[in-house]
């Protein structure tokens, strides 16, 4: 049956129906002491005193029982919201047996039938009263305990019909039958009314929360914008204001010394001058380089490449590119690695986990006055490996253990100075630390210091050698004497920086900022024919690297394309793959560029394209 079902109903379903019902119980109490009341005054002068005694003696406990029930439930209630599942159980079933003895004392009455037509009249009155009653009062929240009752006070009535109907008794018990059967319908429709707008209700309940909890975050993260554009506002128009400045300082000198002559006053020092507009450049470049490094890392493009890492190189690399910083705040920064872990490999990516530790050293260098920064890495309980950088800086109050991995949160600089960041490391560190799959942990007492660790599960341990610093092999070199090498690009450091190595091999070079379709025109009027094309993937225009090669290996049938790119994204490795091209790496260093060119460009004709690839990585 459907109301044996009911000790089922969810935990807050369950608390609500008998809330209900805990605050009929008082009601139900009242009338079955007024009802009981009433009908011993009626029936004292006419039925024998020891009939009355033992229908009170049935009814007295059942109202004794429900108002204990009703005291204990109200102190529960108290205590907590929702009563959790095993206790209401437990509730539920003391509320059936206080139902059972309600019942039982209602078919009870019976015993009074047989010494008066009238008084008989009156019992059966009341007891189809009490039962009607209890559908209102019981059957709404709690369908089995209403079940029950129905059934023990039916029972009982039947038992004492007889008595006062004599023949007719068999009808009365069928019609009495028939009574309780409808109730019982009409009770068990009440239930799953009064249910169902319970569920209606919590489930409105719990829309509204999470309708108010979805506001209170894009409140949230509306105030965050507006801080992180105040902030980042704030941050670019110092560096920018400045660079205004020292540009028109330098065209005031600049025409000083014009109208002066040689004799003239100088002004302020013109080196001087360019070396501020320089570091207000490079503030500026900073800021940028890192808004686009957090734009890149958060919209997903970035994807972790996996690889063995050997952590010990890794941490030293990272250690010494802080320790000029350190050493100008006359800080110690060490690095300390556990005998056990000195070949600790890690399953990671490298670039990433480099970010990350740089940033940490750099945060912590940045927030250390005295004292010093100590990168550690140890084997911890469980063969776990443990990586952590300790400071002895400012500390970071508990509340904001969160908020400093949000964009432009710095607990510590309110001055925005620069010189302390701009709050974008730990930012990035959190999306790093994303893609890797990995969780920061911290731990900070303020004005005493604080503790970032990284815990890996998986590692093992190799022997390693030192590996050497990449140079271009002299052999290698002589052979790319006299080959010609077309290179596109457009930055111009770029094509500066290969036009001045490239001479020292004796390459002859010649470079191109764009190619268009009168450029095409012209290299294919020319006599000058190159043996490799160098080209950069992102090129201003319609035009990528990869079409640009195209469209010059069609105009130089003879020349081998090989395309350079500062993006790690598999798309452009899959298409330089179906174009039949070499890739490049930006930043390349000079052993694989020489490498690779010899590859492309010897004699013999180009080499498969695996073959190239597995030089150029190697």
Not at 30 to 59: C, D, G, K
Not at 217 to 240: C, G, I, M, T, Y
Not at 555 to 574: D, K, S, W, Y
């Amino acid at each position: 049956m459907h109301a044996f079902r009911l000790i089922r109903y969810e935990p807050e379903v369950g608390s609500e129906l008998f809330r209900l019902g805990h605050r009929n119980m008082p009601a139900n109490v009242i009338s079955a002491i007024t009802l009981r009341t009433l009908m011993v005054l009626a029936t004292w002068n006419i039925v024998p005193h020891e009939r009355i005694y033992f229908w009170l003696a049935v009814s007295v406990p059942s109202i004794v029982g429900s108002l204990v029930l009703w005291w204990a439930f109200r102190r529960e209630a108290a205590r907590q919201e929702i009563t959790p599942p095993t206790q209401l159980r437990r509730w539920i079933v003391w509320h059936a047996v206080c139902m059972c003895l309600l019942g039982l004392s209602a078919g009870s009455v019976g015993v009074l039938f047989g010494f008066s037509p009238h008084l008989d009249l009156l019992i059966g009155c009341a007891f189809v009263g009490t039962a009607a009653y209890s559908v209102a009062g019981n059957a709404t929240h709690d369908l089995l305990a209403f079940f029950l009752s129905i059934l023990t006070g039916g029972l009982a009535m039947s038992f004492f019909i007889p008595n006062a109907f004599g023949e007719a008794s068999v009808y009365m018990i069928a019609m009495t039958w028939l009574y309780m059967s409808i109730l019982s319908i009409a009770a068990n429709n009440s239930h799953g009314t009064v249910v169902n707008s319970i569920r209606l209700r919590l489930a409105n309940a719990a829309l509204a929360e999470r309708n108010a909890r979805s506001a209170a975050q894009a409140e949230q993260a509306n105030r965050d914008k507006s801080e992180f554009l105040a902030a980042a506002s704030h941050d670019l128009r110092q560096p920018v204001h400045a660079l205004l400045l020292f540009v028109e300082a330098l065209r005031q000198n600049h025409q000083g010394k014009a109208a002066s002559g040689p004799s003239g006053s100088s002004g302020p020092d013109q080196d001087a001058l360019i070396a501020q507009i320089a570091s207000a450049g490079q503030a500026i470049s900073t800021m940028f380089n890192e808004l686009m490094e957090l734009s890149r890392l958060e919209s997903g493009a970035e994807q972790a490449r996996i690889h063995p890492v050997a952590l010990a190189p890794l941490l030293q690399q990272c250690v010494e590119g802080l320790q000029l910083l350190a050493s100008q705040k006359n800080l110690h920064l060490r690095l300390r690695i556990g005998r056990s872990v000195r070949a600790a490999v890690i399953q990671t990516d490298r670039a990433l986990l480099a970010r990350t530790i740089s940033n940490l050293l750099s945060n912590a260098v940045r927030y250390t006055e005295r004292g010093g920064v100590l990168l550690t890495l140890r084997q911890r309980p469980g063969h776990r490996l443990e990586l952590a950088v300790h400071d002895t800086g400012i500390g970071i109050e508990p509340a904001q253990h969160q908020r400093i991995f949000e964009p432009y949160v710095q607990v510590g600089n309110p001055e925005r100075d620069r010189n302390k960041g701009l709050g974008l490391g730990l930012a990035i560190v959190r999306q790093c630390l994303r893609l890797l799959g990995l969780e920061m942990h911290l731990h900070s007492t303020v004005g005493r210091g604080s503790r970032f660790w990284i815990r890996f599960d998986q590692w093992r341990t190799i022997e390693q050698t030192p590996a050497p610093v990449p140079q271009a092999d002299a052999q290698v070199v002589r052979s790319l004497a006299g080959r010609r090498v077309l290179l596109i690009d457009d930055d111009a450091m770029v094509r500066a920086a290969m036009q001045t190595v490239l001479g020292v091999w004796e390459v002859e070079l010649r470079t191109l900022s764009a190619v268009d379709d009168e450029k095409l025109q012209a290299l294919a009027e020319g006599h000058w024919r190159p043996d490799c094309i160098l080209c950069d993937y992102r090129m201003p225009g319609p035009r990528n690297g990869i079409d640009i090669l195209d469209a010059l290996t069609d105009v130089f049938p003879g020349a081998i394309g090989v395309l350079q790119t500062g993006e790690r994204a598999e798309q452009v490795q899959a298409e330089a793959d179906d174009a039949g091209y070499v890739v490049l790496y930006k930043p390349v260093d000079a052993a694989a560029l020489a490498s690779t060119m010899a590859a492309v460009l010897r004699a013999t004709g180009p080499a498969p394209l695996s073959a190239l690839r597995e030089e150029a990585s190697a």
